[in-house]
Every structure is written in C-alpha cells, then in structure tokens.
C-alpha cells in the first residue's frame, strides 16, 4: 500500500501536471475571465484571435452573422467561459440550488446542450469551450429562425426566440414582458456597434 501523504517530489510533480493541464483547458475556453474590453469586437479578436475563428466557423456552418453571434454571447455571459446562474437561498441562509442549468458562454441548458450534442455537436463538446459554444449558438439560432421566420441578422427577434424558445415565441409570451423587451433592443443596439467596429478593423 502507498504512502497516504506523498513526498514533497511527488506532490510538486503532481501540481505541475495539474497545473499545465489546468492551464491547457483554460487557454481552450479563455479562462473563466472576459476579454478586457467586451464591448469592442476588434479588441475581442486582437485579444482572443481564437474567438474570431469560431464565430467564423459558425457564419460559415450555420449563417448567423457574427455580430449577432457576440452580441447574444455578450448579453448571456460577458464572454465569461464558467458563467452560471446565480446560487439561491433559503432564509439567505440554506443552499437552495441555482435558477437553472444553464452554463457557459451561451448559457445554454442541460437538455438544450444534450439536443446539441446528441445532434450537430461533438460527443464532447463543452459549453465553457468557445468553439463549441458559437457552433452552438449558429445551430440553434439558424433553426429556430428558420422555424419561425425571422432573419440570422435580426439580432433582436433572435434573440428573442433564443430566451423564450420556439414555442415561447410562437404564443408571443415576449411580448407581456417588457424588461425582456427592452434587453432584446439592448442586444440589437450591441449587436450594430459589433458591426460597426468589425467593419472599421479589418
């Protein structure tokens, strides 16, 4: 039987491997952190040209434009990689559980994310991993949109049926909330400044 506590060589060798690892998955996703600057799309890629070659990929695969991809990424998560829903509590005391499953970049649900990967998306996919978050983004904003007819480059209505979903929208249950409303023009205001900057950078 092995020693319980190990030597101190083979607890640094042990760190150092987690460590590069831990900084391997960290490079992948962007960390948990934003860019420094989320609010400009030509500092987002200089920063994070990785960033800019998934959107890319999902235009391409999907043909949800990419400032409607950021702007949607922004209003979910900041471009956060381990973004989740706030944890809730009972008499602000006792863990109750988090408002949803929701998690990463596109904050996408438990059973949404399985329809994904069940689907389009790789067996492992990782909603805190980029390339994966916008190809998912591409693949449920282009379906949803072409179920309901709304354009990939109307960033509001997009989104829009992106937080009430198909049937949601459908129904019009958007339509009775107006704090929904008023974020949804957030999200196509952004959306047209990401456009704006895009254009002035390349």
């Known amino acids: 039987m092995k020693a319980i506590f190990p030597t101190r060589l083979t607890r640094r060798s042990k760190l150092g491997f987690a460590g590069l690892l831990l900084g391997a998955l960290m490079a ?4 948990g952190n934003p860019p420094q600057d989320p609010e ?4 987002i890629f200089k920063e994070r040209p990785h960033y800019q070659q998934a959107l890319k990929a999902s235009e391409r695969k999907w043909g949800v434009s990419i400032p409607v991809q950021m702007a949607l990424i922004y209003q979910e998560s900041t471009f956060r990689a381990t973004a989740r829903p706030p944890k ?8 109750k559980g988090r408002a949803s499953s929701a998690r990463g970049y596109a904050q996408a649900l438990d059973g949404t994310w399985d329809d994904y990967r ?10 805190s991993n980029i390339r994966d978050a916008t190809d998912f983004i591409g693949w449920y904003v282009s379906t949803n949109n072409a179920a309901l007819g709304i354009a990939n480059t109307d960033a509001r209505n997009s989104y829009l049926a ?3 979903g198909r049937t949601g929208y459908r129904r019009g249950s958007h339509n009775g909330k107006t704090w929904l409303l008023d974020v949804a023009d957030g ?16």
């Open 28 to 31: 992948c996703s962007g960390g």
């Open 118 to 127: 069940n689907g389009p998306g790789r067996a492992g996919a990782s909603r």
């Open 88 to 95: 809730r509590y009972v008499l602000f005391i006792i863990p």
């Open 40 to 43: 400009n799309a030509c500092s």
């Open 187 to 202: 999200v196509a205001a952004r959306a047209a400044r990401y456009e704006a900057q895009l254009i002035s950078c390349r």
């Open 162 to 164: 992106y937080h009430e």
